[in-house]
């Protein structure tokens, strides 16, 4: 298989879609052409973004740029961590398995839920004065 020096993959969390390039490299995670940390302003999120490498084992090796739209700060982080994960499978298919049981692979399914007629909000009713 011919060798590539940049690998593509896809992530999405809640309305957050993630567009993410894998390139071997010193580190560097850039989302939205803004250094990680500037973009996301909270060191949890940053934990979040970079647990599949560090699970790999990966983390320092490779620069990471991310383009993000929808939803908030925190879906974007989700989307752009099962992107990172797609993108470790894509330049290397045996690393599949220890990301598959570390349960990053799997894409969250939860989504808000709808408003019902009737309602206030999805579930929650009108307030009831009894007078």
């Known amino acids: 298989m011919a060798k590539v020096d940049s690998y593509y993959a896809t992530?999405?969390?809640k309305?957050?879609?993630a567009r993410v390039w894998l390139t071997p490299g010193t580190g560097a995670i850039t989302i939205n052409k803004q250094p990680m940390a500037a973009y996301l302003g909270r060191k949890?999120?940053?934990?979040v973004v970079e647990s599949p490498l560090k699970q790999v084992g990966l983390a320092g090796k490779v620069d990471i740029v991310a383009d993000t739209e929808g939803g908030g700060?925190?879906?974007q982080a989700g989307a752009v961590k099962l992107g990172i994960a797609r993108a470790i499978i894509e330049m290397?298919?045996?690393l599949r398995t220890p990301l598959r049981r570390s349960g990053y692979l799997t894409r969250d399914p939860r989504v808000k839920e709808r408003k019902k007629y009737g309602r206030k909000?999805?579930?929650r009713g009108f307030q009831f004065v009894k007078r």
Request: hydrophobic share 40%; aromatic share 0%.
């Open 11 to 13: 992530g999405r969390r």
């Open 121 to 123: 909000r999805a579930r």
């Open 73 to 75: 700060i925190a879906g």
């Open 44 to 47: 949890v999120l940053e934990m």
């Open 15 to 17: 309305c957050a879609i």
């Open 92 to 94: 290397d298919s045996n």
